[in-house]
């Protein structure tokens, strides 16, 4: 991620605008419901953006309708946090042809997506969840991440990929993408917080492939 000061558009909070450090953001927008907010390299680009409005893009910008994993009938348990990120991974066979996506836990909008020759449906589900922090911190977000992998969760607080998979010429480029992913986490910190998907209470996290 680029360093460098960032400025902060405020789109939705207790008191929207342009702020010119995090702190002064994080007090507008964090425990704010449906907060909106996002970070810019320049001053002149967080007021053209605050101008022009939240961009569609943004998680939580759409008007949120449930999808069918949150209205599946269901029973409703703890609140479903929004806006948020889901994260999510499926394998053909495990080890196999693996892929993993980033939603917005609302919509269901794809915000990123990987896929890979050969992997392991744990490896997916870790590399979602590093993918999901980085995207939050370069936007400048602290919007929680589902994911209803407990492994994957372990292996974020350990900082590594534990898996058994052996890195060959097919899985080279995965290995490569491991390593990138474990240095982001030993170089970085985070305030996002990493939450379970509650499956029996909430259906399908937003995010499944739906190969079930």
Known sequence: MAGGKKFYVVW???KPGVYSDWKACK??????KGASFMGFPSLEAAKTAFRHGK???LP???KAKPSSSLSSGKPSGPAIQTPSIAVDAA???NPGIMEYQGVDTATGSVLF???YPLGTNNIGEFLGLVHGLAYLKQHGSILPLYTDSVNAMAWIRQKRCKT???ENE???DLFETIRRAETWLAENTWSTEILKWNTECWGENPADFGRK
Not at 27 to 32: K, L, T
């Open 12 to 14: 939705e909070g207790r």
């Open 27 to 32: 007090e507008m927008v964090s425990g704010f």
């Open 55 to 57: 961009p569609a893009s």
């Open 60 to 62: 939580g910008s759409s």
């Open 91 to 93: 394998c053909s066979g």
């Open 113 to 115: 997506h990987r896929k």
């Open 164 to 166: 058994t998979l052996k």
């Open 170 to 172: 097919v899985t080279r």
